[in-house]
């Protein structure tokens, strides 16, 4: 199941959950599902090809609709699924059932079914619903101008009216892009052209202000007072502040292809590939790029300080972790090569080939993208070839004057008894954990984690238990060696300790409210008494 809905997560959309309708398979028209929401939710019908009938029962959980497939043929067995919407219908993962009724995850296969739109409503309607204007009656008196010039965040926009037809200039991160629309009452329908592709949008007034939407995304533009171009003014830059047309990174967002993002923390800026959306996926602490069709999945990092190598291992492993929980280990199938400023490698998990790429920038910085599925390696090409480099943000600095000077210090303790007619046993652990950090760079690490097990018999005597068994079990030492903090893509802090012995070791930090945590173990804070 972890693996299902993780397949679901990558290649997934956040829109509304409507799952209501009769819905074809994109390849195969002749499949079609059908499904109507009830009081405890939905039911309905698949037809496969005409000929193979099953029976739907599913609900709506954790963003996902989930159910099985019932079957009414001899040809197939009942099935699990789960599906999560589209734009133009919902994606759909099929898995069997083995014989305690469990998804059999590693014969999963999926599908893209499209909503089949209602009589009287074109399948250009159905599909790009952003293209078709909405229906208000036209008032033959209203004279609505979106006439002028618009200035947004993450674009600007010049339009300009003859016959009742507008175009325009949208630019885009340095780019000018043709615009071409009309307007139907109050609603400016039409699309823009990037890379020999048509993007359909739909604008609006809003007081003085226009507001954009495109493939889902709603953008806010202020109309300025005269109709020059909004780029024909300069400005300075900051490093690492975005650029026109550039958008920073955040939570809980989607970015559609073409989108242009930056990582401030980092000073690396990268392009979302074509056919494909990002999204960071908070459960795994893992920025994704997907296909829209599922058949690749895309692993980007960053690093405000780091060697594109180290970093590139670092995102294996942890992209290790997520594909295969139960056995991240990972395999070097061909050893990192360099040309020009891109150092590329592959490597093997979990029964999966990936590819990767690395580089490295001018202000220290590096980022790397990993790749698996259909076309892996030119899509990591792509990818590296829209990275740039700037100075990052020196949030990095302000937290290191927070860890100078501070002792960091964590305990924990449990106890259990187990008795059976004849044995009494106990069992105690106990951990404590330290951390010093110096102003010089260095750092002081003690840890001590044990457990205490006894088993008393009292077989031997009538009158009470004997001690037949006692021992103990764990680690405790410390080392010492010198530390930095360095920022990751999304802006979360890694602490990085070298060892004089030649450890490395990595540990995520956050500050709280009541001291901070590391690796998410709790640790109160004081002063060193350990540093001079």
Request: overall charge negative; aromatic content about 12%; some cysteine.
């Amino acid at each position: 199941m972890r693996k299902l809905i993780l397949l679901m997560t990558l290649f997934g959309f956040a829109f509304a959950q409507d799952y209501s309708g009769t819905f074809v398979q994109q390849d195969d028209p002749s499949t079609v599902i059908t499904l109507e929401l009830q009081q405890e939710g939905y039911t309905g019908t698949l037809l496969n090809r005409g000929t193979d009938e099953f029976g739907i029962e599913a609900s709506v959980q954790e963003g996902y609709l989930s159910g099985f497939l019932l079957s009414h043929s001899r040809s197939y067995g009942d099935m699990f699924f789960l599906a999560e919407t589209t734009p133009e219908g919902f994606n759909l993962a099929v898995a069997p059932l083995d014989e305690q009724g469990n998804p059999i995850e590693t014969a999963v296969e999926t599908y893209v079914f499209i909503r089949q739109q209602s009589s009287g409503t074109s399948a250009e309607t159905a599909t790009k619903p952003l293209s078709s204007p909405v229906d208000v009656q036209q008032n033959p008196l209203a004279t609505v101008s979106f006439a002028g010039s618009y200035k947004g965040q993450t674009f600007d926009l010049v339009l300009a009216e003859q016959d009742g037809q507008y175009s325009g200039t949208l630019f885009l991160n340095g780019q000018s892009l043709r615009l071409e629309a009309t307007v139907s009452a109050t609603t400016l329908a039409g699309s823009f052209f990037a890379d020999g592709q048509a993007f359909p949008f739909e604008a609006r007034l809003e007081g003085n202000s226009l507001r954009f939407i495109s493939e889902g995304e709603s953008y806010l533009l202020s109309k300025q007072s005269d109709t020059s171009s909004p780029v024909s003014s300069t400005t300075t830059e900051s490093p690492a502040v975005p650029g026109q047309g550039v958008q920073t990174l955040s939570y809980g967002q989607r970015y559609q292809a073409g989108t242009d993002l930056l990582s401030p923390w980092t000073g690396v800026s990268f392009s979302v590939p074509q056919g494909h959306t990002a999204f960071f996926e908070p459960e795994y602490g893992v920025f994704l790029m997907t296909s829209l069709d599922g058949s690749s999945l895309l692993a980007l990092e960053a690093a405000s300080n780091a060697r594109a190598e180290d970093l590139g291992y670092y995102a294996v492993e942890a992209l290790a972790e997520t594909l295969s929980p139960d056995d991240p280990r990972f395999q070097l199938v061909t050893a990192p090569s360099q040309s020009g400023d891109l150092i590329t490698a592959q490597f093997y998990v979990a029964g999966t080939s990936l590819s990767a790429a690395a580089k490295q920038g001018s202000a220290g910085n590096a980022a790397v993208v990993i790749a698996y599925g259909a076309q892996a390696e030119q899509l990591i090409q792509t990818v590296a070839n829209s990275f740039q480099f700037s100075r990052p943000q020196n949030e990095v600095a302000q937290w290191q004057k927070k860890l100078v000077g501070i002792h960091l210090y964590a305990t924990r303790a449990s106890s259990d008894i187990t008795s059976t007619p004849s044995t009494l046993g106990s069992q105690a652990s106990q951990g404590d954990y330290q951390y010093d950090f110096c102003s010089d760079g260095s750092f002081k690490h003690s840890y001590s984690d044990v457990a205490y097990y006894s088993v008393m018999d009292s077989t031997q005597n009538e009158a009470g238990y004997y001690m037949t068994a006692s021992y103990k079990s764990g680690s405790e030492g410390s080392y010492q060696g010198t530390w930095t903090l360095i920022s990751m893509l999304m802006g979360n802090p890694l602490l990085i300790l070298e060892s004089t012995e030649g450890g490395i070791f990595l540990h995520y930090i956050e500050e709280t409210t009541e001291g901070a945590l590391i690796d998410g173990r709790h640790f109160e804070v004081s002063s060193s008494q350990l540093c001079d």
